[in-house]
């Protein structure tokens, strides 16, 4: 039974009845109590072609990950393999809702959802590539220059780069519209000073797409004044400082930018703008697979785990019950991040059913090690033990930082009260 649970598909793919649909009362100009939709998941079926497509990239990933240790396999998020993503721009699985003529496939948002989930759930290391082809790249698509999708882009389809997000600074949080960072006009470009936290692979990627201010901030409309550049590490100026997070692992960085000059070109999009760049750019960032499947590895083990005593006689009521609970809030936010993908497919930006993909997500995969622990009674920390033991305890210490992956479930929660009318 507990392996038939697990199954991600088909098992997860079958449709609940209705669509997921959240309403608040509004007074109408007529003066009448009407419902409004707050927020909404159309469920949606993936296509067939689709899931043709799922069978290719498992077999891919059979080979390619054939020698990849459980443990090794539960770092799939902060895995880094550049020549593994270079693999995968090979197969056009890079850039597969791009336009050709950028380097694109012109696939759809379920094949690239597909792909992407089967990365995830395997184990597969994808952090060199994972942030440019989620974000960067549409951002660019969207609002950069031509030289950026002529120079730029291609490179992104084909695996060759390695973006970081410049969104968060020592003072703001995730309060993103009270940011500091300060690029100033001059002759041919701008210079820039300010400091980023809690920036992934800044000390591994070429490029950086950072939001700073171009204006002083205004206290009645925060938001304005707000634009995006890129940014190319490499440039003067840039001091990175490294974070480490429990596990020892270098991720994160603080990066700060001392007098550094940005070219006329670096600017993406409108002088001023960036805060609705932001927000569309927000909705890839949020919804993907990755908010739910970071921890999957632990999951499989834990049933794992539970067959094996099992069948030594230590069978326990209490394992499928705990596990079944886990599966079933997994196959639930499956259904809504397909959603969010079959929304983005037809152009639309579901900022507030992101949001609630990610604060949910995030809450499912916090929480497993904490059930793994209890349980099995396993306190287990450090790299040793079997498979179980050792992807246990390197969760146990890597799935707090998950939080600050996309914004805090705190910000996460305003947004979607404010969503609801709430707030």
């Known amino acids: 039974m507990l392996a038939v649970m697990l199954e991600l598909t088909p098992s997860l793919c079958t449709p609940f009845p209705v669509p997921v649909h959240v309403c608040d009362t509004r007074v109408n100009q007529a003066g009448d109590v009407v419902l409004m939709p707050a927020f909404q998941f159309d469920l949606h079926d993936l296509p067939r072609e689709s899931e043709e497509l799922r069978l290719e990239i498992r077999e891919f990933l059979r080979q390619e990950l054939s020698g990849r240790s459980r443990r090794h396999r539960a770092e799939t998020w902060n895995g880094l393999d550049p020549e593994f993503s270079a693999k995968l721009g090979e197969r056009g699985w890079l850039g597969m809702t791009w336009p050709r003529e950028v380097g694109g496939h012109e696939r759809s948002a379920f094949d690239r959802y597909v792909v992407s989930e089967e990365l995830i759930a395997q184990g597969a290391p994808v952090a060199y590539h994972w942030i440019a082809d989620r974000q960067s790249g549409p951002l660019l698509i969207r609002f950069g220059t031509d030289e950026h999708r002529r120079e730029i882009v291609p490179r992104i389809a084909a695996g060759e780069l390695c ?67 890129i940014i190319d590490m490499s440039s003067p100026g840039i001091v990175l400082s490294p974070i480490e997070n429990m596990v020892g692992e270098h991720h994160f960085n603080e990066v700060a930018f001392e007098d550094v000059f940005l070219p006329d070109g670096a600017l993406v999009g409108t002088e001023g703008d960036a805060w609705q ?147």
């Open 163 to 229: 973006f970081c997000i410049g969104m968060s600074e020592p003072d703001s949080g995730s309060d993103l519209a009270s940011l500091r960072s300060r690029a100033s006009k001059v002759d041919g470009g701008w210079i820039l000073n300010g400091r980023k936290v809690w920036t992934t692979y800044a000390h591994e990627a070429q490029y950086m797409i950072a939001l700073v201010r171009t204006a002083p901030l205004d206290t009645e409309h925060r938001h304005a004044g707000l634009s995006q550049f």
């Open 277 to 423: 760049q932001v927000n569309a750019e927000l909705a890839f960032e949020r919804s993907g697979p990755e908010r739910f499947l970071s921890s999957h590895i632990l999951l499989e083990e834990m049933v794992a785990e539970a067959g094996r005593r099992a069948a030594g006689g230590i069978a326990s009521e209490r394992n499928a019950v705990e596990i079944g609970r886990l599966v079933a809030r997994l196959r639930t936010l499956r259904r809504l991040s397909v959603s969010v993908a079959g929304m983005l497919d037809a152009g639309a930006a579901p900022l507030l059913e992101s949001a609630v993909v990610k604060s949910l997500g995030v809450e499912l995969e916090q929480d497993l090690p904490s059930v793994a622990h209890g349980l099995f009674g396993v306190e287990q920390l450090g790299d040793t033990g079997d498979d179980f033991q050792q992807v246990l305890g390197y969760l146990t210490q890597s799935v707090p930082s998950f939080s600050l992956r996309g914004g805090t479930p705190e910000i996460m929660r305003g947004i979607i009260a404010r969503g609801l009318g709430l707030r």
